[in-house]
């Protein structure tokens, strides 16, 4: 089992930055593909980006390109928000899977972990 415990969520006005953190509780993250997904009042759960276990691979939703930059280290998954809108309030989850690629897609990840809230101010 992997618990995965997210941090770095906060209230900041609009165009500020913000940087997640991801890690996994009692283990490392090297061999899992992670992957962020946010979830807003009322909307269903989207994702953001994900990262190859290497960290050789990225992938971004279209309304973060050139905003989010996703990145990790042996430990640690990261989330670098830049330019930060009001429509990017959302609960912010990481999500990791045993697999060398990352996905879009929720249910392929087994492992959750509880979120962690970001609100952006305008």
């Known amino acids: 089992q992997v618990q995965l415990v997210e941090s770095g969520g906060g209230l900041v006005q609009a165009g500020g930055s913000l940087r997640l953190s991801c890690a996994a509780s009692?283990?490392?993250?090297?061999?899992?593909?992670v992957g962020w997904f946010r979830q807003a009042p009322g909307k269903e759960r989207e994702f953001v980006s994900a990262?190859?276990?290497?960290?050789?691979s990225a992938y971004y939703t279209d309304f973060v390109k050139g905003r989010f930059t996703i990145s990790r280290d042996n430990a640690m998954v990261y989330l670098q928000m830049n330019n930060l809108k009001p429509e990017d309030t959302a609960v912010y989850y990481c999500?990791?899977?045993?697999?060398?690629?990352?996905?879009?897609?929720?249910?392929?990840?087994?492992?959750w972990g509880q979120g962690t809230q970001v609100t952006v101010s305008s």
């Open positions: 999500a990791a899977r045993p697999y060398v690629l990352g996905s879009s897609i929720p249910h392929e990840y087994p492992y």
């Open positions: 990262i190859s276990w290497s960290g050789s």
């Open positions: 009692g283990r490392t993250l090297s061999s899992y593909a």
